[in-house]
């Protein structure tokens, strides 16, 4: 089931990466069909679909999210059928516009959701395949757009390559329907920034109309310097509202992040020279040296086999050497291929011994750069939010190729048979500029290998004692602090290799049945006072919390609490009966989430079946809800210094002293790491625990854990009138 999701979302992405490209080739044959219409027109065919996709990528991420990655995608690829269809039909340039205008739509809609499926559907072991398979497949859609493209015309005429996207995607939907289970993201979700995917689109638009209308209706026409004056405007009012909305179109945080900033960067620059001469060899081809669409199409297939061929051993020297040292060398090879076009390519076809080095260099290039760069970015981000910054890198891509088109369209505004092949050239010049601008600030990207940078830019954040205890006794509060994803310690066996000693849910596993369960589990996190699910919500999944506290809250008014290695949701998976309680993060807490699809396979394993049953009913017993009330003892309470010179030790042992005569109490020091095992046991044999972050100790781990918290100072102020000493 699992291998079908991923296959059907993918084939999903490649249609609407694929739908980027292919109309690049029909573009002549739109041309004889519209005759009277200029290129300028023409070239909205193209831009209208990238705007819509551009503007609308990362507010339909957070729409699935919302509404359910199945539900979304679902609606993506009808809306994208529908419009494709519709294109198929349209009898002129304007209403052929709008109809691109609304597959762009079904695009944005289509690929997140899709990616969203592949992270549902995939098993932990395999998602990063899974996620390779889906980048691949979206990368190798673009590339064999313009061959497939060129069939499809040559059979027919323009509108055949829109037709081609109605069986496809109708088995595609029927497949989804029947064989993707629903999911949604469990975290508490906030509705996307409209306003910041309104303005982005604005911004593209007017800017990519000022630029395509200057030669018509005069660079300082009234027309023109409006859509100078508004772009950039409307830019503005996407920066101010991704500054301010929660769930922002171009999220700050991310872009804060030095190497996916970066990468952001240089994607919107090799956007710009991608799509620049992807309609310049179709052109060149065609018009210069006289290629049916056919063939047009299959001489440009070459560069995207080479890059297909070496994107593999270019990432592996990147995981090895480094993102820039490879993808910087990558961009200037890149460049050098149109340099070679430039210089080289004449205007009597000569494929063998003028168009092919080009096409090695670039597809050299394409496998060097795009990928690693692209790659490289997206593994400095946050595991949780990579679908997110994919979607924010694969916007800026596409603004680079909305801005790439709408030059090349006012260099080859008015062509004749004695200026295409010098205008088109300019073309070649200005991708090849692109990537040399790409590989200049591909140097700012830093010397990270891939894998490593991984989280670093939260375990390495310094915020201020006073904001991070804010955070840490804001219970529900907007600012929550990160989890760490460091891993608890490995779960303990006994001498016939099951789990023993604190393994909750998982105690009497063997390593084969906890394998078995935790392969096929996804990792999530939940910061101090999100809840987890609602008492109603339907059981999809359920869940063992591998470190942290969780309470639950049932809807006459008790409430129970959990710690690690318990158990949640389970029942409602098992009956098919909706939640019967509201589960709430005490403080920040990892879990492992198994869908219910996987884990009705598990339970099909005899030995593993009867484990989980066994321990289903021992935390039935031991998760009887007790009346509602707060304790007036914190459990866990943490020490931290207001500065190094503080004295926290020697209070942490003051407390411990003061409190033991009446309670079981005692004292972990320096503690950094949710779930470590040191924690876990004084929980289980005492009534408090007292965390100290002394010795330079990043308080942060010590305050993820605490129900209080005490600082403490180096100084004393009295205050008027008390004396000090």
């Given at each position: 089931m699992p291998a079908v999701a991923v296959v059907v979302a993918v084939v999903g992405a490649f249609l609407a990466f694929m739908d980027s490209t292919i109309v690049n080739v029909a573009f002549p044959d739109l041309q004889s069909s519209f005759p009277h219409t200029s290129i300028g027109e023409l070239s909205w065919v193209l831009n209208a679909y990238n705007v819509v996709f551009a503007g609308l990528l990362v507010v339909s991420g957070r729409l699935a999210d919302l509404f359910a990655r199945k539900r979304v995608f679902l609606t993506g690829i009808g809306v994208f059928l529908v419009a494709s269809g519709l294109c198929a039909l349209a009898p002129s340039v304007p209403v052929l516009v709008v109809f691109r205008l609304v597959q762009g739509v079904g695009a944005a809609l289509l690929v997140p959701a899709s990616l969203g499926v592949v992270l549902q559907a995939a098993p932990a072991s395999g998602r990063s395949a899974a996620i390779g398979i889906w980048g691949a497949a979206s990368a190798l859609a673009a590339g064999l757009g313009p061959p497939?493209?060129?069939?499809?015309?040559?059979a027919y005429d323009w509108r055949l390559v829109f037709l081609v996207n109605v069986p496809l995607g109708i088995v595609a939907w029927v497949?989804?329907?029947?064989?993707v289970l629903e999911s949604r993201s469990p975290d508490r979700c906030r509705a996307p920034d409209w306003l910041g995917a309104f303005a982005l689109s604005v911004a593209l638009g007017t800017l990519t109309l000022g630029i395509v209308q200057g030669p018509t209706w005069?660079?300082?026409?009234?027309?023109?310097v409006a859509c100078f004056v508004v772009a950039p405007v409307a830019a503005a009012v996407t920066v101010v509202s991704s500054l301010r909305h929660p769930s922002p179109v171009l999220d700050p945080k991310l872009l804060s992040i030095r190497a996916f900033g970066v990468s952001t960067a240089v994607a919107v620059l090799l956007g710009l020279g991608?799509?620049?001469?992807?309609l310049a060899h179709i052109l060149w081809l065609h018009y210069v040296w006289g290629y049916s669409l056919l063939l047009?199409?299959?001489?440009?297939?070459?560069g995207a086999l080479v890059a297909a061929v070496t994107a593999r051993p270019f990432g592996r020297l990147a995981d090895r050497y480094g993102t820039r040292a490879v993808a910087v060398p990558g961009a200037l090879v890149w460049a050098s291929a149109y340099l070679w076009y430039v210089t080289e390519v004449g205007v009597h076809p000569d494929f063998l011994g003028q168009w092919l080095p080009g096409q090695v260099l670039s597809g050299i290039g394409v496998g060097a750069t795009l990928p690693v760069m692209q790659s490289g970015g997206l593994l400095t981000v946050p595991a949780r939010r990579y679908a997110t910054a994919s979607s924010v890198a694969t916007t800026a891509r596409q603004v680079g190729g909305v801005i790439g088109i709408a030059v090349l369209t006012v260099l080859v505004a008015h062509p004749t048979a004695a200026?295409?092949?010098g205008e088109l050239r300019h073309g070649w010049e200005l991708a090849g500029w692109s990537f040399f601008a790409a590989a200049v600030v591909g140097l700012f990207f830093g010397r990270a290998r891939q894998g490593v940078e991984v989280e670093r830019s939260v375990r390495e954040a310094r915020v201020e004692l006073g904001s991070l205890v804010g955070a840490a006794g804001a219970r529900g509060g907007a600012d929550r602090l990160p989890i760490a994803r460091s891993d608890p310690g490995p779960v303990e066996t006994d001498g016939d290799g099951r789990v023993r000693g604190g393994g909750g849910f998982l105690e009497g596993l063997t390593r084969e049945e906890l394998d078995s369960l935790l392969g096929v589990a996804a990792e999530q996190e939940l910061a101090a006072g999100e809840v987890l699910f609602s008492a109603g919500d339907r059981g999809d999944a359920m869940y063992i919390?591998?470190?942290?506290?969780?309470?639950?809250?049932?809807?006459?008014?008790?409430t129970g609490e959990v710690g690690a290695g318990s158990a949640i949701g389970e029942l409602a998976v098992l009956s098919g009966a909706p939640r019967t309680a509201t589960v709430v993060a005490r403080r920040a807490s990892l879990l492992w989430r198994i869908d219910e699809a996987s884990f009705e396979r598990c339970m099909q394993v005899p030995g593993l079946a009867l484990s989980v049953a066994r321990n289903v009913g021992v935390h039935l017993e031991r998760s009887r809800p007790v009346p509602d009330r707060r304790p007036t003892t914190p459990k866990v309470v943490a020490?931290?210094?207001?500065?190094?010179?503080?004295?926290?030790?020697?209070?942490?042992?003051?407390?411990?002293?003061a409190v033991a005569d009446l309670l079981g109490v005692d004292r972990v020091a320096g503690l950094c790491d949710p779930g470590a095992a040191d924690l876990a046991r004084a929980e289980a044999a005492n009534d408090v625990v007292v965390l100290t972050a002394a010795d330079g100790t990043d308080p942060a781990g010590v305050l993820r854990q605490a129900d209080r918290v005490v600082v403490v100072s180096d100084r004393v102020d009295p205050g008027p009138g008390l004396p000090v000493e």
């Open positions: 497939i493209g060129g069939a499809l015309v040559d497949l989804v329907r029947r064989k005069g660079w300082g026409s009234v027309g023109v991608l799509y620049t001469y992807l047009a199409g299959a001489a440009v297939a070459p200026t295409i092949a919390l591998r470190a942290g506290r969780l309470v639950l809250r049932f809807p006459d008014g008790s020490v931290v210094g207001a500065s190094p010179a503080a004295p926290v030790g020697v209070v942490g042992a003051v407390l411990v002293r």
